[in-house]
């Protein structure tokens, strides 16, 4: 298809550079980025205006007129024996950790390639991981997990006692409380990548937590909370309500993606707390407590909590609001000519489903509804799009999107009106993305 009609959108520069290269996205943010990223993209432009020259000499394009060798002989066996893998050609697509983060190799986060996902789901592979103290792949054999507290008779349940119960499966996002966390300090970092990509979306399988607490006798008159507790290093623990359990929305979960969960993220047994920040989606999970008061455990009481204009903490805000974002075009990406482009993302909401979600490119001034691709889903990702065709003008590119109970996403004059500028958690503002004249996409905020 000619390309003046049909724009192409490069892939972000950590798609295709060596991973030890991606703190020099960070360095060239300060100052040349604009030569850094004309460098990353010359080989692959190069071979595209290659194959131009040839076509308009008459040639021909040799990739149309040439069989290729895997036209021609035998391809690879059944991969019979294994797990399976992605293409080698796809292989720069992974999880990443920021260069301008403090990482250790215990208490660590990596963020996942939104820029290079399609539809909601986040393969198992390439799901963010936020660790406190280190992952175990824990022997299931040996797991137990115990329900204590305000019951009648505490339990005990192995992994096959769990597994036999009826079970259920359902698409949820998880976001951890300090996605876009940077950007609070104005902070832009370059990708949606790390803005943005502490954020994935499964299907998760397993038993619904309120089965477990009516077998062991759980007081729900009483017993208005309940503790969970984790089984690695870190003893993560946190406070869940029991309105959110008696919905049957949480879930004790051991499959993901239609298979077992892979040992980042919680196996043999996690649970899945739906529209709630990732921190209490506990991992390697191995007691539940009823109680009747908040527990106020180290990690809801210290961390994960807001500091407000004046100086107090706000506890206990798990809900994750409304939000949404570009994901392409988006920062490290590039527009190589005018013409239509297909402008995508993601949308979600922790209090259900969402209803709309506007896009602008001209920094807010006009909006346009873009279109929800289904299924939309109660706390999952709703992938989203809309037409658009690029004059070659520099722009800024928007999303905003509204949930089923009619709020709206804020900007972040209006986020910090409330909340302030000293907060590391819950930023849930509308992204900017500025298209340069060259085609270059950088992140930008305003004001």
């Not at 993606?257 to 043999?268: F, K, V």
Request: net charge positive.
């Amino acid at each position: 298809m000619d390309n003046h009609i049909t724009g192409r959108v490069r892939k972000a520069p950590e798609n295709f550079i060596r991973a030890a290269d991606v703190g020099k996205v960070f360095a060239e943010a300060k100052a040349g980025r604009r030569d850094f990223m004309r460098n990353a993209f010359a080989t692959a432009a190069g071979a595209a205006a290659s194959g131009a020259a040839l076509a308009q000499a008459g040639e021909g394009d040799p990739n149309i007129l040439e069989l290729p060798a895997h036209s021609k002989g035998l391809g690879q066996p059944v991969a019979a024996e294994g797990y399976g893998k992605p293409s080698k050609y796809e292989a720069n697509v992974q999880r990443r950790q920021s260069p301008g983060l403090t990482q250790t190799r215990q208490a660590s986060v990596s963020f996942a390639p939104l820029q290079s996902l399609f539809g909601i789901v986040t393969p198992s592979g390439l799901h963010f991981e936020r660790h406190h103290q280190g992952w175990w792949d824990i022997d299931p054999s040996k797991h137990r997990l115990m329900v204590n507290g305000m019951v009648k008779a505490a339990k005990v349940f192995t992994m096959d006692e769990i597994m036999r119960l009826p079970s259920v499966s359902r698409f949820h996002f998880i976001e951890c409380g300090a996605n876009t966390g940077m950007e609070w300090g104005n902070v832009a970092v370059p990708t949606v990548q790390y803005t943005h990509g502490m954020l994935s979306c499964s299907e998760f399988t397993g038993v619904p937590l309120i089965t477990l607490l009516e077998m062991a006798g759980a007081d729900l008159k009483k017993g208005r909370f309940v503790l969970a507790e984790g089984a690695d290093g870190s003893s993560m623990t946190r406070t869940i309500p029991m309105e959110l359990i008696e919905s049957g929305e949480v879930i004790v979960a051991y499959g993901q993606n239609g298979e077992m969960l892979r040992p980042e993220q919680g196996y043999p047994l996690r649970l899945v707390v739906p529209g709630v920040q990732g921190v209490s989606w506990v991992k390697y999970l191995r007691r539940i407590e009823v109680g009747d008061a908040p527990y106020a455990t180290k990690d809801e009481a210290v961390h994960y909590v807001d500091l407000m204009p004046d100086g107090q903490h706000r506890q206990y805000s798990s809900i994750q609001e409304c939000k949404s974002v570009v994901t392409t075009p988006s920062g490290g990406q590039m527009l190589l000519d005018k013409g239509f482009y297909n402008i995508t993302g993601l949308a979600w909401s922790g209090r259900g489903k969402v209803k709309r979600v506007d896009v602008s490119v001209d920094g807010g001034r006009n909006w346009r509804t873009a279109r929800l691709e289904g299924p939309v889903m109660s706390k999952c990702l709703t992938r989203f799009n809309i037409d658009w065709v690029w004059n070659g003008e520099p722009c800024i590119i928007q999303s905003r999107a509204m949930d089923e109970t009619g709020y709206v996403q804020p900007s972040y004059q209006q986020l910090r009106a409330v909340r302030g500028t000293r907060s590391i958690y819950h930023n849930n503002s509308i992204q900017s993305w500025a298209v340069q004249a060259g085609g270059e996409v950088v992140n930008v905020q305003l004001s």
